[in-house]
């Protein structure tokens, strides 16, 4: 089982639309969870970090963790052809070194 | 203020040949990291330094990948012979992480070192 398991994609959906991309994760005992966006040849980038349970909203962008399901998601509202990219779920794990583990990324596609 | 800074961009060498990368994090970081990405794949972390000790290296193949971080500022990463799967981007990132709680610890990433064996 890999640490952090994102759907590679690609996700395609129609520009205005709700695009949700999901994380799941192995180590119970994580404690913070990221969101880095990463344009093609381009170096990821952070978009959204949170650490407790519930949503956290800013902007377009609402990340969901639910720690017991050890699931994260992301929310894009009113997706734009610029948030094509591949987004990438990082969790810290349990182990306090600061160790930062990365998933796979989903490919996100917004269609004009 | 100055983000992580890396060199080279850009590096096309043959197989069993050698190459280095540096990167400079951002000012005060404790914490620098190196990670791999294979074209499709996520980072990868290869080595973790915290200040100028090793917190983490448990992926990087020791017999041809070495990294040191002198001063706790400035690190280098070199393979040595390089194989044909060592393409990939290198990345370089840094946070104030300093052994303390881990929620808050940001990670910004330098703009990446491409390497290309043929």
């Known amino acids: 089982q890999k640490e952090v398991e994102q759907n590679s994609g690609p996700l395609s959906v129609p520009e205005g639309a709700i695009a949700s991309l999901n994380c799941t994760y192995s180590?119970?005992?994580?404690?913070?969870f990221f969101w880095y966006r990463q344009y093609s040849g381009k170096s990821p980038e952070l978009i959204m970090s949170?650490?407790?349970?519930g949503d956290k909203e800013d902007g377009r962008f609402t990340a969901q963790l639910n720690k017991a399901s050890q699931y994260v998601s992301l929310l894009i509202r009113d997706s734009q052809p610029s948030d094509s990219a591949t987004y990438l779920c990082?969790?810290?794990?349990?182990?306090?070194?600061?160790?930062?583990?990365f998933g796979q990324g989903t490919t996100l596609q917004v269609k004009p | 203020e100055a983000g992580v800074a890396q060199s080279p961009r850009y590096k096309i060498i043959e197989k069993r040949q050698s190459v280095a990368f540096w990167c400079n994090p951002i000012?005060?970081?404790?914490?620098l990291y190196w990670y791999q990405q294979i074209l499709g794949q996520g980072p990868k972390l290869l080595i973790q330094?915290?200040?100028?000790?090793?917190?983490?290296d448990s992926q990087l193949p020791k017999d041809r990948f070495s990294a040191e971080r002198l001063k706790g500022v400035d690190s280098t990463l070199k393979i040595q012979p390089a194989k044909l799967e060592d393409s990939a981007v290198y990345l370089c990132?840094?946070?104030?992480?300093?052994?303390?709680?881990?929620?808050?610890?940001?990670?910004?990433f330098g703009e990446g070192s491409w390497l290309t064996v043929v």
């Open positions: 990082a969790v810290h794990g349990s182990s306090n070194t600061g160790k930062l583990i």
């Open positions: 330094f915290q200040n100028n000790g090793v917190v983490d």
């Open positions: 949170i650490y407790s349970n």
């Open positions: 180590d119970r005992g994580s404690q913070s």
């Open positions: 000012s005060g970081h404790a914490t």
């Open positions: 990132a840094s946070s104030s992480y300093s052994g303390q709680q881990v929620s808050g610890n940001t990670i910004y």
